[in-house]
């Protein structure tokens, strides 16, 4: 375990901090998502609308790379 450490100290992955924040925002937007559905169940179609338009988009953006589940 210690050795492992050590790589990961030399490597710098303790310490590299980009995406971090994008990471943060997406389990944010995740778990309002879960609490809203949970909360009112009925807004969850709504929800799951809008990420749907997101992914979409995202999609389109990337040049079409597939879906989510990895199927092009």
């Keep these: 375990m210690k050795k492992l450490l050590s790589i990961a100290v030399t ?3 303790w310490r590299d901090t980009r995406g ?7 389990l ?3 778990f309002i998502a879960c609490a ?4 009112a169940p009925g807004a969850a179609g709504d929800v799951i ?3 749907g338009k997101v992914l979409a ?4 953006a990337g040049g079409g790379g597939g879906d989510l589940a990895g199927r092009s």
């Design 11 to 13: 490597c710098k992955i």
């Design 20 to 26: 971090q924040e994008l990471i943060e925002w997406a």
């Design 28 to 30: 944010l937007g995740g």
């Design 36 to 39: 809203a559905g949970t909360i």
């Design 49 to 51: 609308g809008i990420f």
């Design 57 to 60: 988009s995202l999609s389109l």
